[in-house]
């Protein structure tokens, strides 16, 4: 942890800027960031059954979209939500 003590007729101001300059300079702050945002990722069967949803559903469309059964949707002017 940075450690920073005030000085003799320092204001607050002054002592946060010189405590966010030490903070930065240290690397804690690059390192608490990838803690916070570290994204572990999927597991095998995670990823396999994710794959085999984006085949089956390929098909299903492929399908219908062959036999005629699928609806047409209007093009979006704006993209999703």
């Known amino acids: 942890m940075v450690e920073v003590k ?3 007729n320092e204001t ?3 002592l946060l800027r010189r405590f966010q300059r030490r ?3 240290s690397g ?3 390192e608490s960031k990838k803690r916070r945002f570290h994204d ?3 597991n095998k069967n995670q990823r396999r059954d994710g794959a085999l ?3 089956t559903m390929g098909e299903k469309y492929e399908y219908l979209s062959k036999t005629g059964q699928l609806k047409e949707e209007p ?3 704006y993209g999703r939500r």
Request: proline content about 0%; hydrophobic content about 25%; overall charge positive.
């Open 53 to 55: 949803r984006r085949v």
């Open 75 to 77: 093009k979006r002017k």
């Open 6 to 8: 005030r000085k003799k």
């Open 28 to 30: 804690k702050q690059i």
């Open 12 to 14: 607050f101001d002054a």
């Open 40 to 42: 572990s990722g999927k």
């Open 23 to 25: 903070f930065q300079s």
